[in-house]
C-alpha cells in the first residue's frame, strides 16, 4: 500500500508546486539520480526499498498515466500535464535501480523467463530519452507525439508485471489503480487524441505543400 502514499504526495506536489518543479526540475534529476546511485550501493538499507522494490518509480508514472483521463481543460490536467516530462524522466531514473535488481534476482540468479518488467523498462528508454527534448518544429513534433504513443505499452506491461509478481491485497489494489485508464483511455483516445493527431498531419501536409510551391 506504499504506493498508494507516494501516488497521493506526487499528484498533490504536481497540482500545487508545478512552477516549482518545472522551475528546479534538473536539481530534481540531480537528487534522485543521487538517490537512484545510493540505493543501489546500500541495497539491504531499509530506506532504499520503497526506491529498490519500484514502488516509487511506479508512482511518478502513475501519475503521469492517470493525467490522461482527466479533462483537457480542467485545472488538474493542465498543471499534472506541465510536470508530465519531468515525473517522466524521474520515474525512469528511480525505477533503474529497481529494473537493475530485477535483472540481477530474476534472470542471473533465479534463471526465471520472466520479462514482462524488462521489456516494459526497455520501451520507457526511447520516451525517457525525447522526454528532455522540447520541440517547436511541428514536423518533429508529429513524429514525438507518434513515438510517445508507446506509452502506452509500457503501462500495458507494467500493469501485467505488477499484477503477475504481486500478491493479494496488493494484486487488487493495482487492479482497481489500472481500471479507470484501462476502461476510459480507449474512449479518450478515438474521441479526442486520434483526431487531434489526424489534424496536425493535415495541417503539417499543407504547409509542406505550401513551402513547396514556393
Not at 532504499?48 to 503521469?64: D, H, K, S
Not at 520479462?115 to 520541440?135: D, R
Not at 479507470?180 to 483516445?189: A, G, N
Amino acid at each position: 500500500m506504499i504506493s498508494i502514499l507516494f501516488i497521493i504526495l506526487i499528484l498533490l506536489a504536481g497540482y500545487f508546486l508545478s512552477d516549482k518543479i518545472e522551475k528546479y526540475k534538473y536539481f530534481q534529476y540531480g537528487v534522485f539520480t543521487v538517490l537512484g546511485v545510493l540505493s543501489v550501493v546500500f541495497r539491504n538499507v531499509s530506506v532504499t526499498i520503497p526506491i529498490n522494490q519500484g514502488f516509487l518509480g511506479f508512482a511518478f508514472f502513475y501519475v503521469v498515466m492517470i493525467n490522461g483521463i482527466f479533462n483537457r481543460d480542467s485545472t488538474v490536467f493542465k498543471r499534472l500535464y506541465s510536470v508530465r516530462s519531468v515525473y517522466s524522466i524521474i520515474g525512469f531514473i528511480i525505477l533503474t535501480p529497481h529494473a537493475i535488481f530485477y535483472i540481477i534476482d530474476k534472470f542471473i540468479y533465479n534463471g526465471l523467463f520472466d520479462i514482462i518488467g524488462l521489456v516494459a523498462y526497455l520501451v520507457m528508454i526511447p520516451l525517457f530519452i525525447t522526454s528532455f527534448k522540447k520541440v517547436d518544429n511541428p514536423k518533429v513534433m508529429f513524429k514525438w507525439k507518434k513515438l510517445q504513443r508507446f506509452a502506452y505499452l509500457a503501462y500495458l506491461l507494467i500493469f501485467i508485471h505488477l499484477v503477475l509478481v504481486s500478491k493479494m491485497p496488493n494484486t487488487g489494489m493495482y487492479i482497481v489503480l489500472f481500471t479507470p485508464y484501462i476502461l476510459y483511455k480507449p474512449y479518450h483516445f478515438f474521441k479526442h487524441e486520434k483526431p487531434y493527431f489526424i489534424e496536425m498531419k493535415k495541417k503539417l501536409n499543407q504547409k509542406n505543400i505550401k513551402e513547396s510551391e514556393k
